[in-house]
C-alpha cells in the first residue's frame, strides 16, 4: 500500500528554522490556523503573516509546491480529514493553557504524543530507511552520538543492537564521543541523534566520524538543520512542541520510532542470527525474574 503523503502543516515545521524571518511568519500561520489559510486569499494570508504575496509564493515552493493554489487544496483536503476523524472532546491542534484541568492536561499530552508518532510513520522516506538498514546490518560497529534526551534514544539503539549480537556503542560525553568517533574507519556506521539538529556536541563527534571514512546517519526533526549537511542519509521524525515542553516526550517517542524500525529491519536482514542472538540474550536474564527458575541446565 502506498504510503500516505506528509501533511503540509508537518512539512512546514520541520523546514521552520531554515526558512527566512519574513517565511517563518507565513509558515506560523499555517501551522497554527491551517484550517482558516485553506479559506484565505493569498492576499489575505499576505496581510495576516504581515509579509508579502511572493514571500507567501517562496514558502509555497520550500514546502515542494507549484504555487499558493496547490497549498489551499492540500490544508483544505487536511483539514476535512481531521474533521472527520475528530471526536466533540479531542484536543485537536490545542496546546496546555494554565487553566485546563489535569484529566484535559492529560487528553492533550497522549495527543500529541499520538500525532508525533503517527505523523513520523507517515513521512518516512521507505528508500532511505533501506539504505540505513542496510549499512547498519554490513557494520563492522555503530556509534551512536546523543545528548541530553536523545541520549536516552541512543542508548536504547545500543542495547537493541547488541542484544543481536551488532557491536554498538552509545556516546554521551563530549570527549569520549570524539575519541570514539577518531578511531572509526569505512567499515563502520556512526549515527547522529539531535531533535532540533543544531546540537554541537553531537554534531562535531558526527562530522570527525565522517571524515575519518564511515557512513553517517542523521536523526533530527528539521531536514535542512545543520547536522544534516555532514550526514550521508537523513532520517526525520515529525514532532511538534508544546507548552511545557511535552513536546520533548513527544520527540524522543517519534525518535524512539525510527529506531524501532531500523531495529526491525536490521533484526529482518540478519534474521538467523538475530534469532541466535535473541535467545541466547534470553536465556541470559531469564534467571533474573523473580519467580523464574534460577538454575542453569
Known amino acids: 500500500m502506498k504510503p500516505p503523503p506528509v501533511e503540509a502543516v508537518v512539512r512546514a515545521r520541520g523546514l521552520l528554522p531554515s526558512l527566512s524571518p519574513a517565511e517563518q511568519r ?10 482558516t489559510v485553506a479559506r484565505l486569499t493569498i492576499t ?8 508579502s504575496e511572493s514571500t507567501v509564493i517562496r514558502f509555497c515552493r ?36 494554565p487553566g485546563d484541568e489535569l484529566a484535559q492536561v492529560v487528553k492533550k499530552i497522549a495527543f500529541a504524543d499520538a500525532r508525533a508518532v503517527e505523523e513520523t510513520a507517515a513521512q518516512i522516506d521507505i528508500a532511505v530507511l533501506e539504505q540505513v538498514v542496510g549499512l547498519v546490518a554490513g557494520a563492522r560497529r555503530v556509534d551512536i552520538y546523543g545528548v541530553g534526551a536523545s541520549a536516552f534514544v541512543a542508548t ?42 543544531t546540537t554541537s ?34 532520517l526525520t521524525t515529525a514532532a511538534r512542541e508544546t ?3 511535552s513536546g520533548a516526550m513527544a520527540s524522543r517517542l517519534a525518535q524512539l520510532t525510527v ?27 531469564r534467571g533474573r525474574r523473580i519467580g523464574t527458575d534460577r538454575r542453569r541446565g
Request: proline share 2%; glycine share 6%; charged share 20%.
Open 26 to 35: 507565513v509558515a506560523r500561520v499555517v501551522i497554527d490556523e491551517a484550517a
Open 44 to 51: 489575505e494570508l499576505a496581510e495576516r503573516a504581515h509579509s
Open 62 to 97: 520550500a514546502l515542494g509546491f507549484a504555487g499558493y493554489s496547490e497549498l489551499r487544496l492540500t490544508l483544505a483536503g487536511e483539514a476535512g480529514r481531521a474533521y472527520e476523524a475528530a471526536t466533540s472532546d479531542e484536543p485537536v491542534g490545542s496546546d496546555i493553557s
Open 156 to 197: 536504547d539503539f545500543q542495547q537493541k543492537l547488541h542484544r543481536i549480537g551488532r557491536i554498538a556503542y552509545a556516546w554521551s560525553d563530549t570527549h569520549v564521543a570524539l575519541t570514539s568517533a577518531a578511531l572509526l574507519d569505512e567499515r563502520d556506521v556512526a549515527f547522529g541523534i539531535s531533535h532540533t539538529g
Open 201 to 234: 556536541d553531537t554534531i562535531d563527534a558526527f562530522t570527525l566520524a565522517g571524515q575519518r571514512g564511515a557512513r553517517t546517519v542523521a536523526l533530527t526533526n528539521f531536514p535542512k538543520s545543520p547536522i544534516t549537511r555532514v550526514a550521508d542519509l537523513v
Open 243 to 245: 507548552t511545557f515542553r
Open 259 to 285: 529506531i524501532d524500525c531500523v531495529f526491525v529491519g536490521v533484526a529482518q536482514r540478519t534474521y538467523q542470527e538475530t534469532r541466535t542472538a535473541l535467545d541466547a540474550t534470553f536465556a541470559a536474564v
